[in-house]
């Protein structure tokens, strides 16, 4: 049952190609290894940043870091379009790679304006020094290769992931409500919220699936 529940939410915003997908003992993820690579980062950015962060007064990145960190974006951009675009064939790994360079870039600029101090005076900007940019990169890398290598459980690291979209989408409806201001009441109006728009979206994927819609979009997707 855990099993359904997991592919239930990882159908919300995944295709769920099982031959594009990261297998753990002997289970393919409920996310293609994109998707994967990409929540594994934004949970260790995200993770990094509430425990050492939180009760700073912190801003988005500056100019010249924000470009680096865009850089960092790039791949997983040009490995999609190249593969899409029959330019070459890309695989697991290197899907997971370019999906962590991605993922683990945008809590830097949405977690400074959820925490409602990037304006404050004497305001520091979220990435102040090498260890705020290597420690989230570090620790999204070695999540990632336990993963590949199959290290832990299937469940462990379906269930992370999972709970990792769960709370990004948290985060991301949260900016629908900037009149609540109490946090608490907040977190769990954007959580209910998350969790109704991506059962919306999961039954809309299988509704899809059904009708043969998607079964042939599936096969496009495989002849790239």
Not at 3 to 15: K, R, V
Not at 29 to 48: E, H, K, N, P, W
Not at 210 to 216: A, E, G, P, V
Request: a positive charge; aromatic letters at 16%.
């Amino acid at each position: 049952m855990i099993h359904e529940i997991l592919n239930f939410f990882g159908s919300a915003i995944c295709h769920q190609l099982e031959e594009r997908s990261l297998h753990v003992s002997g289970a393919a993820l409920s996310v293609c290894a994109r998707d994967t690579g990409i929540y594994i980062g934004i949970f260790s950015t995200l993770l990094y940043l509430h425990i050492v962060k939180r009760k700073s007064k912190i801003s988005i990145p500056t100019m010249k870091v924000s470009f680096l960190l865009l850089l960092f974006m790039i791949p997983m951009i040009f490995d999609g379009l190249g593969s899409y675009t029959h330019l070459f064939q890309s695989n697991n790994g290197r899907r997971l790679i370019t999906g962590i360079c991605f993922g683990f870039v945008l809590p830097y600029f949405l977690y400074p304006i959820y925490l409602g101090k990037s304006l404050a005076q004497a305001c520091e900007p979220v990435i102040k020094n090498r260890r705020d940019f290597f420690v989230p990169l570090l620790l999204s890398s070695i999540l990632g290769g336990f993963i590949y290598f199959e290290v832990f459980p299937y469940y462990l690291w379906d269930s992370l992931i999972i709970l990792s979209i769960i709370v990004w989408f948290s985060l991301c409806v949260s900016f629908l409500f900037p009149f609540i201001k109490q946090t608490f009441l907040k977190s769990i109006i954007s959580f209910a919220a998350c969790i109704v728009f991506l059962c919306l979206l999961s039954w809309l994927h299988n509704w899809l699936l059904n009708s043969d819609l998607l079964t042939l979009l599936n096969f496009s997707f495989k002849n790239h």
